[in-house]
């Protein structure tokens, strides 16, 4: 397999050549009257353009070669978005919260999706239909399967795997770029055509550790930065560390580290960060609406035509739903707990008052995807009097809800943990969990 992937800011396309056995780059200035900045305004030409580096790097016609375009802070929508479960329709809440902070920007001239992260929290995500058509255009010019549309901001908590605030600072082609991040997601970025003096980068991290914040942010992760002092109360922690085996890399870290991450968990493309997975299908909806497809019959069109397109939506449709627009927001995302219980006989139990928490011995898996999640999940329950023997990763990575497997000797204490998370957790039952296991419910915690 030859990974290649592509990137345009400030008027230069980078290319990157990524195999087993070696890691190729080529990079080309790009006249003005084919594209500005990091927007292609030429598509035949710019692909000329990337053809010919394409035989810089020499790819080897007898691999496979699929191709990764990486999308430039400036050209993707980053937002949090914040629910409460009393609100009403979660729906038509979340669709005007979008509306409200887009301000100027039409909902209708965007791919969207939004995904939820943490209860009550979700990650927006949204980019220009007109960018994305052109990436479309360029890979068909190439002749080349499209694999993954990628904002390389949200990769960046993906590099630290932490759900802790933090903030990042990249330099690249003499842009720096800063952003927020918390829960593994992206809230804020702000990218600066001159680099900032070591004093006004101070000043800046000091403002924005507080953004929006009860307690400053504490740790600053660099990208391709050059090392700088802060503040005592700042720990700095560069992404890539030292040495001659990094050099190769100058200026394509971004592209190096997309390869990396891919390598590490080829999932990443089933999910938001793969800006392809915002297209609409044009699948039969079950609803009485029928799925609109105004506007974007062009994409639809030369997605089907061509068959070059290589994407996927996989995962659990609840947690993160394409937004096609022109359809109804009611649309948009739907949640489903489905009740999966068993139908063994109950057997009698003590009532809820009689019941000690602390003799539910629990063991959670993450089944969120999320870093982080199943040692917060440990805590909460703690602090609710359980008692939980271990935590790990789940099998099934992305689902929705969350899974509250218990013994069918342990049944009794279903209601008392269903009230006590209820909040905080979209939840399913299932009371099958073997009786020789260590402990007597197993909780698989998902997105929520």
Same mark, same amino acid.
């Given at each position: 397999m030859q990974n290649l992937t592509l990137s345009l800011n400030e008027n230069i396309v980078k290319l990157t050549l990524s195999t087993e056995e070696d890691f190729k780059t080529a990079s080309a200035q790009v006249d003005p009257a084919i594209a500005h900045d990091s927007e292609v305004l030429d598509t035949q030409a710019f692909s000329e353009i990337v053809l &010919? =580096? $394409?035989k810089e790097v020499s790819i080897k016609a007898n691999k496979k070669t699929i191709l990764n375009y990486l999308v430039e802070p400036n050209d993707v929508i980053l937002r949090f978005l914040t629910v409460n479960k009393k609100t009403g329709d979660i729906d038509e809440h979340i669709v005007a919260e979008i509306r409200e902070k887009l301000g100027d920007q039409p909902l209708e001239e965007l791919y969207f999706s939004y995904q939820k992260i943490a209860p009550f929290v979700y990650q927006f995500v949204a980019i220009k239909r007109d960018k994305m058509e052109r990436i479309l255009e360029i890979a068909n010019h190439l002749g080349l399967s499209l694999q993954g549309v990628i904002p390389w901001l949200m990769l960046l908590p993906k590099l630290v795997g932490t759900n802790d605030p933090c903030i990042f600072i990249y330099n690249t082609n003499g842009n720096q770029v800063v952003a927020l991040s918390e829960l593994s997601g992206i809230y804020f970025s702000q990218s600066f055509e001159k680099e900032k003096t +070591?004093?006004? =980068?101070? /000043? !800046?991290v000091s403002e924005l550790s507080v953004y929006k914040r009860a307690s400053p942010i504490s740790k600053i992760y660099t990208v391709s930065s050059e090392s700088f002092s802060l503040d005592p109360n700042y720990t700095v922690i560069p992404l890539l560390p030292s040495g001659e085996e990094y050099k190769g890399i100058k200026d394509f870290e971004m592209h190096a580290l997309l390869n990396k991450l891919i390598s590490d968990d080829p999932s990443l493309l089933n999910g938001q960060t793969? %800006? =392809?997975n915002l297209l609409p299908l044009p699948v039969e909806q079950k609803k009485s609406a029928p799925l609109a497809l105004i506007g974007v019959g062009s994409v $639809?069109?030369?997605? !089907?035509? !061509? &068959? %070059? $397109?290589?994407?996927?939506v996989v995962g659990n449709k609840s947690a993160e739903q394409s937004v096609v627009p022109g359809e109804d927001s009611s649309q948009v995302l739907s949640e489903t @707990?489905? +009740?999966?219980?068993s139908? !063994? @006989?109950?057997?009698?139990?003590? +009532?809820?008052?009689?019941? /000690? /928490?602390?003799?539910?011995v629990i063991r959670v898996e993450n089944g969120a995807g999320v870093p982080g999640v199943a040692a917060k999940t440990q805590e909460f329950l703690e602090s609710k009097g359980y008692k939980v023997l271990e935590i790990g990763n789940a099998e099934e990575v992305g689902r929705a809800d969350t899974l509250l497997k218990f013994k069918a000797s342990k049944t009794g204490y279903k209601d008392l943990v269903i009230n006590d998370l209820k909040d905080e957790y979209d939840i399913v039952t299932d009371e099958t969990l073997d009786e020789s296991a260590a402990y007597g419910l197993l909780m698989v915690v998902g997105l929520n």
């Open positions: &010919g =580096l $394409i +070591s004093k006004e =980068l101070e /000043k !800046l793969n %800006l =392809l $639809i069109t030369l997605l !089907l035509f !061509l &068959g %070059l $397109i290589y994407y996927k @707990a489905e +009740s999966t219980e139908t !063994l @006989a109950e057997p009698e139990h003590p +009532s809820e008052a009689e019941l /000690k /928490k602390e003799d539910l």
